[in-house]
């Protein structure tokens, strides 16, 4: 009997290990660059924002894009899938779930904060620097179809505001525009730009700010191999993960630390662990 109380308890701490193996965010907050394999950017002197960070919190170091060009990418980011997608297209629509639904199903909050986006709610293809191939949730039926779900997609200069008054959703995709995300200009520019976007971020309690790139320049893995940081107060300082995992675990593990119901490919793709406080 007292074996079998014993083999009982190891069980309960193990089992509860498992679920714990992400945390329970209070938020996740995501931003994405654009066309960069992780060699451009780890390591590189015009990057101190990013290589600064790379020390300081999480990397993953063997993080892949899953496809080219841009836009399977950000839809994978969000549905687990390309959704058979294989061109920017602007005009396209799929009838898919997505992240916004599984979100709303277990109460939680979301926004797309876009910079250059001219309006919330906006659904053209370009605006200036903006593109609309960076804003993966306009590409789902059921969003572009409510109201209520198209005023989350905003511009990014109510990002600050919305952290300041406490009104920052549980998720967050955060999108630069074609210049500061480093596809018209320079690494050096888009990373000065992250240096401006991320102190009031760093500083949320309990909070996951994932920066990744849509793709690399090469094949590898599909998408080609890319940088990859997870930062902010949920992460253990200097902590690295060297698994193999892409868009579908970055997705997979916002999931996991909701509980949320998987999307697509992310239902088989690894979890990032090891990473957090």
């Not at 892409?246 to 996991?256: D, F, I, K, M, P």
């Amino acid at each position: 009997m007292r074996l079998l109380v014993v083999l009982v308890a190891v069980v309960a701490i193990g089992g509860a290990q498992a679920r714990v193996a992400v945390p329970s965010l209070d938020h996740a907050i995501v931003i994405v660059f654009e066309n960069k394999e992780a060699n451009q950017v780890i390591g590189s002197r015009n990057a101190p924002t990013f290589n600064a960070m790379a020390k300081r919190y999480a990397a993953l170091t063997r993080y892949y894009g899953v496809s080219h060009p841009s836009l399977p990418n950000y839809l994978a980011l969000v549905s687990g899938s390309t959704q058979r997608i294989t061109t920017d297209c602007t005009d396209c629509v799929v009838s898919a779930r997505n992240l916004a639904d599984t979100l709303e199903a277990a109460g939680k909050t979301w926004k797309l904060y876009a910079e250059g986006l001219p309006a919330a709610a906006f659904t053209g293809a370009i605006s200036g620097r903006y593109a609309k191939k960076h804003a993966p949730f306009l590409y789902f039926r059921d969003v572009v179809d409510s109201r209520a779900r198209l005023a989350r997609i905003v511009p990014l200069t109510t990002l600050r505001s919305d952290v300041r008054s406490g009104r920052l959703p549980d998720f967050s995709f955060v999108v630069p525009n074609m210049c500061s995300s480093m596809h018209d200009c320079s690494v050096r520019t888009g990373d000065a730009w992250l240096r401006t976007v991320l102190p009031p971020l760093l500083a949320l309690p309990n909070t996951a700010v994932f920066v990744v790139f849509d793709e690399g320049t090469s094949n590898v893995r599909g998408g080609g191999h890319v940088a990859a940081l997870v930062l902010g107060t949920a992460v253990r300082n200097g902590s690295r993960f060297t698994a193999v995992t892409s868009h579908y675990g970055l997705l997979r593990t916002v999931e996991q630390a909701w509980g949320l119901p998987f999307l697509g490919r992310s239902a088989r793709a690894t979890v990032i662990t090891g990473i957090w406080r």
